[in-house]
């Protein structure tokens, strides 16, 4: 099991445990977390599971792939380390990653 935190809008810590191949929206809906929309339920289709990756692990989790690129033109207030949540794979490597809930999703 890796560890995950999703901080919510208003600064809820969601400390979670998630297998390694799950995703962190997966994780997100799984725990309730309130924010994470997940309208397509993980199919690249919707922008409703943004998050911002914290910037201590942006690096490590990578840039979005060029499909997950043109939803995220219809994300709420996308930044340089935008992601949709369900792209993001747990795994060993990122164990331990934080993540923010944006004000609203798209």
């Known amino acids: 099991m890796t560890k995950i935190t999703i901080v919510a809008f208003d600064g809820t810590r969601f400390d ?3 297998a390694n191949g799950s995703t962190v ?3 997100a809906v799984r725990n309730s977390v309130p924010g994470i929309e997940a309208e397509c339920g993980g199919a690249c289709a919707c ?3 943004h ?3 914290d910037d201590a692990w942006s690096e490590r989790v990578g840039p979005p792939s060029p499909m997950e690129e043109d939803m995220l033109d219809f994300a709420y207030e996308v930044k340089p ?3 949709l949540s369900c792209q ?3 795994s060993d490597a990122l164990d331990g990653l934080v993540v923010n809930v944006p004000e609203r999703q798209a």
């Open 88 to 90: 993001i794979k747990m």
């Open 25 to 27: 929206m997966e994780n």
């Open 51 to 53: 998050v911002y990756v």
């Open 47 to 49: 922008a409703t599971c």
């Open 81 to 83: 380390t935008s992601r």
């Open 16 to 18: 979670l445990d998630a």
